[in-house]
């Protein structure tokens, strides 16, 4: 899984910051949330994957991959996905600045993936199911 450069070759690059998440996880929700609120200066926007714009504007990005993981696109294109998502974050929003250091440290990129994989696959476990009932483990 690479963290980033997965160029994205939509014929116009977003205005903003994209952040694709699962809109269907309460997990995923609780923690978009979060990062609206530390989103101060309007940077990013939040699009669930399940939102039919999503396949059409970013058809790179396989359905399951999204299902997998947060993906961000930045507006040159790049993409970064789950761990890396969460690095690049942390480069941009201020609010999370404090865990720029251990995101960087040079090697510890494996752990982290790790760890987001843990918690990724385990989230509807740590916050239920989704409100409709109709989400299942993917």
Excluded: K
């Excluded at 977003?14 to 979060?34: E, H, K, S, W």
């Excluded at 480069?91 to 918690?119: C, E, F, K, N, Q």
């Amino acid at each position: 899984m690479t963290t980033a450069t997965v160029p994205i070759t939509t014929q116009t690059h977003p205005v903003r910051d994209t952040v694709l998440y699962d809109g269907q996880c309460r997990f995923c929700r609780a923690q978009i949330a979060l990062l609206r609120r530390l989103d101060i200066t309007g940077r990013l926007q939040f699009i669930s994957l399940h939102d039919p714009g999503v396949a059409r504007d970013f058809p790179e990005i396989p359905r399951d991959d999204l299902l997998a993981e947060m993906f961000i696109v930045d507006r040159q294109g790049h993409t970064y996905r789950g761990a890396g998502a969460v690095r690049y974050l942390s480069r941009v929003l201020v609010a999370l600045w404090p865990l720029a250091l251990p995101l960087h440290v040079p090697g510890s990129m494996p752990l982290w993936r790790w760890l987001y994989g843990i918690v990724a696959r385990n989230r509807y476990r740590i916050a239920g199911t989704c409100d409709e009932g109709t989400c299942r483990i993917p």
